[in-house]
C-alpha cells in the first residue's frame, strides 16, 4: 500500500511540477511579447533601422518625409537627398530593393535644376507612385513614378504636373484622382487642387481645378470614405470640403472645427469619428517648444468627441524632455491609435524618435513601450523626428525621419 501511494505521490507532484513549469513558460512568453511592443523589430534592416546618407556625408540633408506600404510588403518613403528629391524602396526585410531606381534609390530634380523635396506620397492601386514636391520658386510639381521607379511621362507632362501653390500635401481618391493643398504665389490665399488620374486639372473641382482653403495655410489632409475632404490648417482647426471643393457647412461652424491642438496629423475612424494629433499648445517649454503629444477627436459633425480622453482630448509628455511634438498618426484594426514625432531637449540637443499608443478611449496603453511610450535615441548632439508613419497588416509599425537632417531614415518597430 505505502508503495502505491508514494508512486502515486511521485506521479502527481511530478504532474504539478510540469504544469507549473508549463504555466510559467506561459506566463514568460505573454510577458515577452508584452514587453516587445514598441521595441525596435530586430529583423528589419540594421537592429531595426535603415538607414542612408549620401556618399561622404558631406553634410547635405536627407530627410524621409513620407512612407507608404505596396501591396506586396515594400517599403517606399520619400523625401531630400541633398538638393534633390529622393525615393527610396526597401524589401520587407529593409534591405534596398536593388530592382528599384538604381541600386534601390531614385535621385531626381522633376522641375529642373531648381532645389526641390518631396513632402506627399501615396500607391496607387496599380503600383505607381504618386508624389508631391516643392520648389520655389515654380510652386508644387506632381509626379508619378513606375513600380521600377522611372518617371511615368503618360502623367502630366512628361511625367508631371505644375501648380501654381507651394506646399507637400497630397490625397488619393479611390477613383485614382490626386489631391493637393498649398498656398500662392497665384493663389495668395491657402487652396485644394485636383487632378484627374492622367495628371491634368479637373475642372469639376472648384473652379478650373481649384478651391480656396478657410483658415491659416494647410498641415494635413485626409479623405473620408465617402469622399469629403478633411485639412488641418495652421490656426489650429480642422475644415471639411465637399467633393466639388466647396466648404462642407454641416461641418463645426461652417465648415470649421477648433481644436486644443494644433495638428499635424489626421485620421478618419470607420465609424466616422474624425482624431486630430499634433502639438500641445497649452503650454510651451522656455525655449518656446511643444512638451506634448496632443489628440483631438471630433464627431462626424466636427463637434468635440467629449468620451475620448479628458473631455475629448489627450496630452502626453515624455519624461525628461522640453521638446515634444507628434507629427504623424495611424490608426489600428482594434481601434488602437499611434501617434510619431520627436521628444528631447534642445539644451543639450538629443532629440529622439519618439511613439505613443492609446486606445480607443484615449487612454495610453501600458502594453507599448514604456507605460505607452516608446523612444529611439540617437545620442548626443542629435536632432532626430519621425514624419511619417504606415501599419503592416501583422500590426508591425514602420516610420520614417530623419537623425540630424543628413541621414534619410525608415525604421520598423514591434506592435504587438
Same mark, same amino acid.
Given at each position: 500500500?505505502?508503495?502505491?501511494?508514494?508512486?502515486?505521490?511521485?506521479?502527481?507532484?511530478?504532474?504539478?511540477?510540469?504544469?507549473?513549469?508549463?504555466c510559467?513558460a506561459l506566463?514568460?512568453?505573454?510577458?515577452?511579447?508584452?514587453?516587445?511592443?514598441?521595441?525596435?523589430?530586430?529583423?528589419?534592416?540594421?537592429?531595426?533601422?535603415?538607414?542612408?546618407?549620401?556618399? !561622404?556625408?558631406?553634410?547635405?540633408?536627407?530627410?524621409?518625409?513620407?512612407?507608404?506600404?505596396?501591396s506586396?510588403g515594400?517599403?517606399v518613403?520619400?523625401?531630400?537627398?541633398?538638393?534633390?528629391?529622393?525615393?527610396?524602396?526597401?524589401?520587407?526585410?529593409?534591405?534596398?530593393?536593388?530592382?528599384?531606381g538604381?541600386?534601390?534609390v531614385?535621385?531626381?530634380r522633376?522641375?529642373?535644376?531648381?532645389?526641390?523635396?518631396?513632402?506627399?506620397l501615396?500607391?496607387?492601386?496599380?503600383?505607381?507612385?504618386?508624389?508631391?514636391?516643392?520648389?520655389?520658386?515654380?510652386?508644387?510639381?506632381?509626379?508619378?513614378?513606375?513600380?521600377?521607379?522611372?518617371?511615368?511621362?503618360?502623367?502630366?507632362?512628361?511625367?508631371?504636373?505644375?501648380?501654381p501653390?507651394?506646399?507637400?500635401?497630397?490625397?488619393?481618391?479611390?477613383?485614382?484622382?490626386?489631391?493637393?493643398?498649398?498656398?500662392?504665389p497665384?493663389?495668395?490665399?491657402?487652396?485644394?487642387?485636383?487632378?484627374?488620374?492622367?495628371?491634368?486639372?479637373?475642372?469639376?473641382?472648384?473652379?478650373?481645378g481649384?478651391?480656396?482653403?478657410?483658415g491659416?495655410?494647410?498641415?494635413?489632409?485626409?479623405?473620408?470614405?465617402?469622399?469629403?475632404?478633411?485639412?488641418?490648417?495652421g490656426?489650429?482647426?480642422?475644415?471639411?470640403?465637399?467633393?466639388?471643393?466647396?466648404?462642407?457647412?454641416?461641418?463645426?461652424?461652417?465648415?470649421?472645427?477648433?481644436?486644443?491642438?494644433?495638428?499635424?496629423?489626421?485620421?478618419?475612424?470607420?465609424?466616422g469619428?474624425?482624431?486630430?494629433?499634433?502639438?500641445?499648445?497649452?503650454?510651451v517649454?522656455?525655449? !518656446?517648444?511643444?512638451?506634448?503629444?496632443?489628440?483631438?477627436?471630433?464627431?462626424?459633425?466636427?463637434?468635440i468627441?467629449?468620451?475620448?480622453?479628458?473631455?475629448?482630448?489627450?496630452?502626453?509628455?515624455?519624461?525628461?524632455?522640453?521638446?515634444?511634438?507628434?507629427?504623424?498618426?495611424?490608426?489600428?484594426?482594434?481601434?488602437?491609435?499611434?501617434a510619431?514625432?520627436?521628444?528631447?531637449?534642445?539644451n543639450?540637443?538629443?532629440?529622439?524618435f519618439?511613439?505613443?499608443?492609446?486606445?480607443?478611449?484615449?487612454?495610453?496603453?501600458?502594453?507599448?513601450?514604456?507605460?505607452?511610450?516608446?523612444?529611439?535615441?540617437?545620442?548626443?548632439?542629435?536632432d532626430?523626428?519621425?514624419?511619417?508613419?504606415?501599419l503592416?497588416?501583422?500590426?508591425?509599425?514602420?516610420?520614417?525621419?530623419?537623425?540630424?537632417?543628413?541621414?534619410?531614415?525608415?525604421?520598423?518597430?514591434?506592435?504587438?
Amino acid at each position: 500500500m505505502k508503495t502505491i501511494l508514494k508512486k502515486f505521490a511521485g506521479n502527481f507532484l511530478s504532474t504539478r511540477l510540469s504544469q507549473l513549469v508549463v504555466c510559467a513558460a506561459l506566463v514568460s512568453a505573454s510577458t515577452l511579447t508584452l514587453a516587445q511592443a514598441g521595441h525596435l523589430d530586430k529583423s528589419f534592416a540594421k537592429g531595426g533601422i535603415f538607414s542612408f546618407q549620401l556618399n !561622404g556625408n558631406d553634410g547635405n540633408s536627407c530627410i524621409a518625409n513620407a512612407v507608404a506600404l505596396q501591396s506586396d510588403g515594400k517599403i517606399v518613403a520619400a523625401g531630400q537627398l541633398g538638393d534633390q528629391s529622393g525615393l527610396i524602396r526597401l524589401n520587407p526585410n529593409g534591405t534596398l530593393d536593388t530592382s528599384f531606381g538604381n541600386g534601390g534609390v531614385v535621385v531626381t530634380r522633376i522641375g529642373g535644376d531648381i532645389e526641390q523635396v518631396f513632402g506627399g506620397l501615396a500607391i496607387q492601386s496599380d503600383g505607381k507612385i504618386v508624389v508631391v514636391a516643392t520648389a520655389v520658386p515654380q510652386g508644387e510639381q506632381v509626379a508619378r513614378f513606375n513600380t521600377d521607379g522611372s518617371l511615368d511621362t503618360t502623367f502630366g507632362a512628361a511625367g508631371v504636373a505644375n501648380l501654381p501653390l507651394n506646399g507637400d500635401l497630397l490625397a488619393l481618391q479611390s477613383d485614382g484622382k490626386i489631391i493637393v493643398a498649398g498656398q500662392g504665389p497665384a493663389f495668395p490665399s491657402a487652396s485644394l487642387a485636383r487632378l484627374n488620374s492622367n495628371g491634368q486639372l479637373d475642372p469639376t473641382f472648384g473652379s478650373g481645378g481649384f478651391a480656396p482653403l478657410q483658415g491659416f495655410g494647410s498641415r494635413a489632409i485626409a479623405l473620408q470614405s465617402d469622399g469629403k475632404i478633411l485639412v488641418a490648417s495652421g490656426g489650429a482647426s480642422l475644415g471639411r470640403y465637399n467633393q466639388d471643393g466647396s466648404v462642407d457647412k454641416t461641418f463645426g461652424i461652417f465648415g470649421q472645427a477648433a481644436s486644443i491642438a494644433l495638428p499635424s496629423a489626421i485620421a478618419v475612424q470607420s465609424d466616422g469619428k474624425i482624431l486630430a494629433a499634433g502639438a500641445d499648445t497649452s503650454k510651451v517649454s522656455a525655449t !518656446g517648444n511643444s512638451t506634448g503629444f496632443a489628440l483631438v477627436r471630433f464627431n462626424s459633425d466636427g463637434s468635440i468627441d467629449t468620451t475620448f480622453g479628458a473631455h475629448g482630448g489627450a496630452v502626453t509628455g515624455f519624461p525628461n524632455t522640453t521638446v515634444t511634438s507628434a507629427f504623424a498618426a495611424a490608426l489600428q484594426p482594434n481601434g488602437d491609435i499611434v501617434a510619431v514625432g520627436e521628444a528631447g531637449n534642445n539644451n543639450p540637443l538629443t532629440e529622439a524618435f519618439a511613439l505613443a499608443r492609446y486606445s480607443g478611449s484615449g487612454k495610453l496603453d501600458p502594453t507599448f513601450g514604456n507605460g505607452g511610450r516608446a523612444t529611439t535615441g540617437f545620442g548626443s548632439a542629435a536632432d532626430a523626428f519621425i514624419t511619417s508613419i504606415v501599419l503592416q497588416s501583422d500590426r508591425k509599425i514602420v516610420v520614417a525621419g530623419t537623425n540630424g537632417g543628413t541621414s534619410f531614415e525608415v525604421a520598423r518597430y514591434l506592435g504587438q
